[in-house]
């Protein structure tokens, strides 16, 4: 999984605005929030920041 450090920095969940923390092994970005803990995949080095795609960790 490539993304820039710079773009992980802006990102954010779409669900509840807290960032976003890469998890290259398994290609997502995990919410940091505890309450809303969406998982979201990337796919082709992009992001798929849709909550309907996401699921719960």
Same mark, same amino acid.
């Given at each position: 999984m %490539?993304?820039?450090?710079?773009?992980?920095?802006?990102?954010?969940?779409?669900?509840? %605005?807290?960032?976003?923390r890469a998890e290259p092994e398994v290609d997502e970005l995990s919410c940091t929030s505890a309450s809303c803990g969406l998982v979201y995949p990337v796919r082709d080095d992009i992001p798929v920041l849709l909550v309907d795609e996401a699921r719960k960790s």
């Open positions: %490539k993304i820039d450090d710079w773009l992980l920095e802006i990102l954010a969940c779409p669900n509840c %605005k807290s960032p976003l």
